[in-house]
């Protein structure tokens, strides 16, 4: 994914109107915003949280209710060690981190946080692994080996987006992930 150069042009209250430097194709009805370095002043894991397990533990089949952590941004990565703590498991947003990150150090810190997981006997998610399959059949060989490294370091699940909400071969996807059809 190809980061445009943006700037802001105009803060208000409730919004924000940014300038982007570049063409992009913006694809779909889903957008988020991510703003780079900014400190929001919540807990980790909030008691509306732990509330939220509780009531959920006690619904029927819902008694093992789990709740992970996602890690997008440089706060996530300070706290890391406490929200894993707390945590029942990581989600670790690879497309957000590279916002904040360089890429050569997204990595690093995956495979840090993965081991970490792993330590803990708590499951390791990481996103954004096989993105090109959205428009395309196959996944790029970079892709391939980024999915083999992630099982081979250690990684539970990949969790998928834009490849299941609007890609064009989803039955490719899951058959090229390993699932039977």
Known sequence: MQRAPRSVAELKEDYVVCIIKNSATLAGSLFTLH???????????????????????????????QIFGKIENVEGLTHFDEILQEADGIILSRGNLGI???PEKVFLFQKAAVYKCNMAGKPAVITRVVD???????????????????????????????ETLRGLYLWKLFQGLGFRI
């Open 132 to 162: 090109s399959m959205t428009d395309n059949l196959w996944p790029t060989r970079a892709e391939a080996t980024d999915v083999a490294n992630a099982a081979l370091d250690g990684t539970d699940a990949i969790l998928l987006g834009a």
């Open 100 to 102: 904040d990150l360089p």
């Open 35 to 65: 703003i780079s370095k900014i400190h929001i002043n919540l807990p980790t894991f909030s008691d509306s949280d732990k509330d939220a397990r509780e009531f959920l533990s006690k619904l029927g089949d819902l008694q093992q209710t």
